[in-house]
T-cell receptor, first 115, second 108 residues
Framework: DTAVSQTPKYLVTQMGNDKSIKCEQNLGHDTMYWYKQDSKKFLKIMFSYNNKELIINETVPNRFSPKSPDKAHLNLHINSLELGDSAVYFC??????????????FGPGTRLTVL | GQNIDQPTEMTATEGAIVQINCTYQTSGFNGLFWYQQHAGEAPTFLSYNVLDGLEEKGRFSSFLRRSKGYSYLLLKELQMKDSASYLCAVIGYSTLTFGKGTMLLVSP
């Protein structure tokens, strides 16, 4: 019944490693997003995909690469993890591209800790 | 660029009314959201405004005045469970930008 799910919920890893976070939505939405929330609770959009196509790509290091195998999935792969990547990463989805005021539904978040 | 300002913290007592303000300067405007986020949880949708005026939904109301770049969220009959962070977010031409959130603490 979970609308937007993310795995894993917690991820602890060493600097320099490569890791992936998976996101799936079963709402039939066309658009999915990745957000980063830092220790100061500032929520910032990273990427947005509409029907598997990238529509928003904010200033994010190219170590972060989103992959959308189909419109129900948007995974986030991070290469060469750095200490500053420690944050909570939220996946979200909306019916269309959000500009019409579509509600964004958020996943539970993945807390990434880089040691 | 996008700039969204909200107070960092507010306190109020149970049963009271509180107004959380949000001012914004953005490239384009296609609407404004309010989200609630409890500690350790994901944001949840509260309201959406695209036209000027007041939108009421139960104990929560949201107001927008586009010419002033201004919105507020009004919470009535405060309950302890309303203690949370309240995020203002604006849809510009191509993106959704969140403010840093207002941490509301409701005391007995």
């Amino acid at each position: 019944d979970t609308a937007v799910s993310q795995t894993p919920k917690y991820l602890v890893t060493q600097m320099g490693n490569d890791k992936s976070i998976k996101c799936e939505q079963n709402l039939g939405h066309d658009t999915m997003y990745w957000y980063k929330q830092d220790s100061k609770k500032f929520l910032k959009i990273m990427f947005s995909y509409n029907n598997k196509e990238l529509i928003i790509n904010e200033t994010v290091p190219n170590r972060f690469s989103p992959k959308s195998p189909d419109k129900a999935h948007l995974n986030l792969h991070i290469n060469s993890l750095e200490l500053g990547d420690s944050a909570v990463y939220f996946c979200a989805s909306s019916l269309t591209n959000g500009r019409g005021g579509d509600t964004q539904y958020f996943g539970p978040g993945t807390r990434l800790t880089v040691l | 660029g996008q700039n969204i300002d909200q107070p960092t913290e507010m306190t109020a007592t149970e049963g009271a009314i509180v107004q959380i303000n949000c001012t914004y300067q953005t490239s384009g405007f296609n609407g404004l959201f309010w989200y609630q986020q409890h500690a350790g949880e994901a944001p949840t949708f509260l309201s959406y405004n695209v036209l000027d005026g007041l939108e009421e939904k139960g104990r929560f109301s949201s107001f927008l005045r586009r010419s002033k770049g201004y919105s507020y969220l009004l919470l009535k009959e405060l309950q302890m469970k309303d203690s949370a962070s309240y995020l203002c977010a604006v849809i510009g031409y191509s993106t959704l930008t969140f403010g840093k959130g207002t941490m509301l603490l409701v005391s007995p």
